[in-house]
């Protein structure tokens, strides 16, 4: 912006040209031209830097995304693993049950088979016994008739009831025993199908569980991997920024210094202006004076003379647009896309292609184009006094110039090419309006 404004003082003074002054512009020709040489080598190495910005930015969006994604799946993972583990628990306690009622069915079981063989046996036993004994009412009948003791014949009565109700007992335990022994077989059965259900679950679920616990360790490892290639990513964008910053920094030095140089040789040319300006209203003053003298005396006196104010624009007091495209950024502060700092946009940005060709918001004088480290390609053209101020545009960040510096153009006429030189995050036109010097939102010029 400072040297912007310097490049309108020194077209303002070119008007006003002295001998001296061609031999103090071509020598800042001469540093302008040295100035753009080290700018141009600085470029080689703010593109190199700006790309390796970029790409360490891109390495870290993409590691941060993948460590995202990493992470909620390993969350996610873990979650399954440790409800797998539950299951796997609640299975295991459900068999380790199942089990020990089987345990418990197979040696009732096997304690009712025993009883039911010894239940058989003693059937059996009883029925031969009465089989070789006979009758035993008929056997109890035959000795009292044989003269046995009445007495005797009762008790024998009585015991072959209780034998009778003892083996109707014993065979009614008998079926008892057969049905609970059937009941149990069905028990055990089913406690054996239930186990090997459980034990089939248990067993998926185990596999299930160990194939989580794998997947988790090899995705714990892949985000501590992402951890680090984010670190390394960081690093790489805070030296790549660091270094950007830096050659940033130099190309603004360089600036200042040629600012400096500038504004003396322009201060000096203004001096003279003046000084020259003032010789030459005294000169027409004495002029005046003597042409009334000569012509007797009359008492006319001569009009003061206008100052010299250059006017190299065209008549319209506002700017057309250098290109149809939306805006993008409008001026004012913001924070700076690459550098990341807080500053004051200084003009207003059009979203516009590479290439597409830029035209001169209003008549007037290619003062110079050149290649700055921030602006990249850029043109200022002095157009001239509208409104009542000094009015200069500059053009930034183009791909190439269509005419040469110190050109006349017209409105409208196309001075050259959109792109993304410098510091730009892509394609478009920065366009900046200064006003006596200083920049001024272009909108309220369009």
């Given at each position: 912006m400072a040297v912007t404004s310097v490049l309108l003082s020194t077209a303002l003074v070119a008007a006003l040209t002295s001998p001296s002054f061609a031999d103090k512009k071509s020598d800042l020709e001469r540093q302008k031209q040295e100035a753009n040489s080290k700018a141009q080598d600085a470029k080689k190495h703010l593109d190199l830097t700006t790309k390796e910005f970029a790409a360490a930015a891109a390495a870290l969006q993409a590691a941060q995304a993948k460590l995202d994604a990493a992470q909620a799946t390993l969350g996610d993972t873990r979650g399954k693993v440790a409800v797998a583990a539950a299951f796997d628990a609640q299975m295991q306690g459900k068999l380790d049950k199942s089990q020990a009622e089987l345990r418990k069915a197979r040696s009732e079981l096997a304690k009712g088979e025993k009883q039911l063989v010894s239940s058989e046996k003693s059937v059996e036993e009883f029925a031969v016994q009465d089989y070789l004994e006979g009758d035993r009412r008929l056997r109890a009948v035959s000795g009292l008739l044989s003269g046995e003791d009445p007495m005797a014949y009762g008790e024998q009565v009585s015991l072959n009831a209780a034998v009778s109700d003892d083996q109707v007992a014993t065979m009614q335990r008998l079926d008892?025993?057969?049905?609970?022994?059937?009941?149990?077989?069905?028990?055990?059965?089913?406690?054996?199908?239930?186990?090997?259900?459980?034990?089939?679950?248990?067993?998926?679920?185990?596999?299930?569980?160990?194939?989580?616990?794998?997947?988790?360790?090899?995705?714990?490892?892949?985000?501590?991997?992402?951890?680090?290639?984010?670190?390394?990513?960081?690093?790489?964008?805070?030296?790549?920024?660091?270094?950007?910053?830096?050659?940033?920094?130099?190309?603004?030095?360089?600036?200042?210094?040629?600012?400096?140089?500038?504004?003396?040789?322009?201060?000096?040319?203004?001096?003279?202006?003046?000084?020259?300006?003032?010789?030459?209203?005294?000169?027409?003053?004495?002029?005046?004076?003597?042409?009334?003298?000569?012509?007797?005396?009359?008492?006319?006196?001569?009009?003061?003379?206008?100052?010299?104010?250059?006017?190299?624009?065209?008549?319209?007091?506002?700017?057309?647009?250098?290109?149809?495209?939306?805006?993008?950024?409008?001026?004012?502060?913001?924070?700076?896309?690459?550098?990341?700092?807080?500053?004051?946009?200084?003009?207003?940005?059009?979203?516009?292609?590479?290439?597409?060709?830029?035209?001169?918001?209003?008549?007037?004088?290619?003062?110079?184009?050149?290649?700055?480290?921030?602006?990249?390609?850029?043109?200022?053209?002095?157009?001239?006094?509208?409104?009542g101020v000094s009015v200069v545009t500059t053009y930034n960040h183009l791909s190439r110039f269509a005419l040469r510096a110190g050109s006349r153009v017209e409105r409208g006429q196309v001075i050259g090419y959109s792109g993304t030189t410098g510091y730009s995050t892509g394609c478009h036109l920065h366009f900046m309006v200064l006003v006596n010097g200083s920049t001024v939102n272009p909108i309220g010029w369009l």
């Open positions: 008892a025993t057969r049905v609970i022994l059937r009941l149990k077989r069905q028990k055990v059965q089913k406690l054996r199908d239930k186990v090997k259900v459980q034990r089939e679950q248990a067993a998926a679920n185990l596999v299930q569980k160990q194939q989580l616990e794998v997947a988790a360790e090899q995705q714990a490892a892949e985000v501590a991997t992402l951890v680090t290639a984010r670190e390394s990513a960081k690093t790489t964008a805070a030296a790549a920024q660091a270094e950007d910053e830096r050659l940033y920094q130099e190309q603004l030095a360089e600036t200042s210094r040629l600012e400096s140089e500038l504004q003396k040789v322009v201060a000096e040319e203004l001096r003279k202006a003046r000084e020259k300006a003032a010789r030459e209203k005294a000169a027409r003053e004495r002029a005046a004076r003597e042409k009334a003298k000569n012509n007797g005396g009359g008492g006319g006196t001569s009009r003061p003379t206008k100052p010299v104010v250059p006017d190299t624009g065209d008549s319209g007091g506002a700017l057309s647009r250098p290109v149809s495209g939306p805006t993008t950024s409008s001026y004012g502060m913001r924070k700076h896309p690459i550098t990341g700092v807080y500053k004051l946009h200084d003009g207003t940005d059009f979203g516009v292609r590479c290439g597409t060709p830029v035209r001169a918001a209003a008549s007037g004088k290619i003062l110079q184009q050149y290649y700055n480290g921030a602006y990249g390609y850029r043109i200022i053209l002095n157009n001239g006094v509208k409104r």
